[in-house]
């Protein structure tokens, strides 16, 4: 059986073009989940995976917000963004105000810092100053056009002010004009030197300094619930993507795709569970749950089956159904030999030779499993009719079974138990086993004469006398000496046309393949 590394690589050499399983394998293979997202990528024309992948594997918070919008367009999302990641004063007003923070307080703390509307300074002061209070007195005649006025409690506001230290007509009384005339900075100093609370300090330094969004979180801090403005002004001071992330997930609690992508992007979470959560995240993206399943399965778990139905997924070659049918109708035969890279190169290169050749009815010698006829099939080499001969009866039953769609197909392909050397080639009459366990004699007349075991076959020379002339004859044989099974290798194409004489050879040729090297023939005798 072919461990999932090889059977990933034997479908990248069968299918190279396929970029899908080229990802697939990365996935597997290398445990690289970003290419499981390249593999989705091939599938679906949708941004969101893209955003999905970023998200999850780069902690780009941009990425998830726009991911976020995409598919759900929560109102408050891109709030807590600007609030968090871009430290946008506005945000985080209109933000409070949806969250039914005291909303007074909200409009007119964003009143003074950011629209600079000193009359809103005085609304706060209103929350918290006894409503008689004779400053308050003061500042809603000043700010408030409709309210009658005193003389004499102005005076008295006055005397207040000259009793709190401000020199009202000596060295504060510029600033107590200009508060008068309401500008916005000297209507909080003034209050400031008035009332001594932090908070007006606060907003004097975040018109006069800079870093005004420190100050705004100070001034919520003091005058807001603190814990909601505590989460944020965190997050959003904080450089580590869980803490800056924390509102937003406390927010979501309870919606499935905040938890996946928590977990996901976890730093104190095993890699397994980054990967499971990430990997559920973009089963909701695209829709395809079962199939992300069966990514989990062979990427995490090595689950054979459900790296078959990824191979489906990724591949639409049939090859997939017929090794998952072998595996599980000759549990004891093993295809890795007929598979083998060197295998599937020699055959590919063989395939490749032929494409405009007139193959007609085809005689396979020691054809084996008959991986060669199924690529034939697979690639479209069109031939009448193939009989593989091979002396070890267990062939037919593999080489019928890897090739039953063509079996089925009137013996488009058929598979007899014989040794090469004992039959006839023009014609050739031989006795077949059918499927009920009867047999059937045939005489057929063979245009093409394939071995690809050249290399395997005891006394070559006998067999190659008893090949008739003018058929077509591909052979294929190798230097691959250390193999025991190897009795008739060559050691170069020199030595392989020798053994091999032909009249009119259509192609020769050697395939290095590493650890040796393949020779093929193709001509007439
Ligand atoms: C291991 S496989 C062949 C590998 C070869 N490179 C290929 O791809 O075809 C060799 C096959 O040759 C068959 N074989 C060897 N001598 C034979 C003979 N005289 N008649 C029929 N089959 C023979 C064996 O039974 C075996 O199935």
Excluded at 207 to 219: A, G, T
Excluded at 412 to 425: E, G, N
Aim: proline share 3%.
């Amino acid at each position: 059986m072919l461990n999932s590394i090889e059977l990933l690589d034997r479908f990248e050499i069968l299918e190279p073009e396929n970029l899908a399983l080229r990802h697939l394998r990365r996935c597997i293979v290398d445990k690289d989940v970003r290419s499981v997202f390249k593999v989705f990528q091939h599938f679906h024309s949708n941004d969101n995976i893209q955003l999905a992948e970023t998200a999850c594997l780069d902690l780009n918070a941009y990425a998830f917000f726009k991911l976020e919008e995409n598919m759900f367009g929560s109102e408050d999302m891109p709030l807590l963004k600007k609030i968090i990641w871009q430290q946008n004063p506005w945000a985080i007003f209109t933000y409070l105000a949806n969250q039914n923070v005291d909303p007074m307080i909200v409009k007119n703390i964003k009143g003074i810092m950011l629209l600079d509307k000193p009359k809103c300074l005085i609304k706060l002061l209103e929350r918290q100053l006894p409503e008689d209070d004779l400053g308050l007195y003061f500042f809603t005649r000043l700010f408030y056009d409709s309210q009658t006025y005193d003389v004499r409690k102005i005076h008295e506001c006055y005397k207040l002010f000259i009793s709190k230290g401000i020199d009202i007509f000596g060295k504060d009384e510029k600033m107590f004009i200009s508060m008068l005339n309401k500008v916005p900075l000297n209507v909080v100093k003034f209050c400031y030197r008035l009332y001594n609370k932090p908070w007006l300090d606060d907003i004097r330094k975040s018109m006069v300094l800079e870093d005004k969004i420190h100050y705004v979180w100070k001034v919520c801090e003091e005058l807001l619930s603190p814990d909601i403005i505590k989460e944020l002004k965190i997050a959003s001071k904080n450089k580590f993507f869980g803490m800056k992330m924390k509102p937003v997930f406390n927010r979501y609690n309870g919606n499935n795709f905040y938890k996946l992508y928590q977990k996901a992007t976890d730093s104190n979470a095993k890699d397994s569970v980054k990967i499971t959560n990430a990997l559920d995240m973009l089963g909701i993206v695209t829709g395809e749950t079962n199939i992300i399943n069966d990514v989990k399965g062979g990427l995490l778990y090595d689950n054979r089956e459900a790296l078959y139905n990824v191979v489906k997924y990724t591949s639409k070659d049939s090859l997939i159904d017929t090794l998952q049918r072998f595996e599980s109708e000759l549990p004891k035969v093993s295809l890795n030999d007929a598979f083998s890279r060197g295998q599937l190169f020699s055959k590919k290169w063989l395939v490749s030779k032929i494409k405009d050749l007139k193959l007609g009815t085809i005689i396979l010698c020691a054809g084996w499993h008959g991986s060669l006829i199924y690529l034939f099939n697979r690639e479209g080499i069109k031939f009448k009719q193939c009989f593989s001969f091979d002396m070890n009866p267990n062939c037919i039953k593999t080489s019928e079974l890897l090739n039953k769609e063509l079996v089925l197909k009137n013996w488009k392909f058929k598979a007899t138990h014989a040794d090469i050397l004992k039959i006839d080639y023009n014609p050739c009459v031989f006795k077949t086993e059918k499927a009920d366990g009867s047999t059937e004699t045939k005489e057929i007349k063979p245009n093409t004469i394939i071995n690809t075991s050249c290399e395997h076959i005891k006394n070559y020379d006998i067999w190659y006398n008893k090949l008739p002339k003018r058929k077509l004859i591909i052979l294929q044989s190798n230097n691959y000496y250390e193999q025991k099974e190897h009795i008739n290798c060559v050691k170069d194409i020199k030595e392989f046309k020798q053994s091999s004489p032909m009249s009119n050879i259509l192609f020769e040729g050697t395939l290095n393949l590493g650890m040796y090297k393949r020779f093929m023939l193709i001509g007439k005798k």
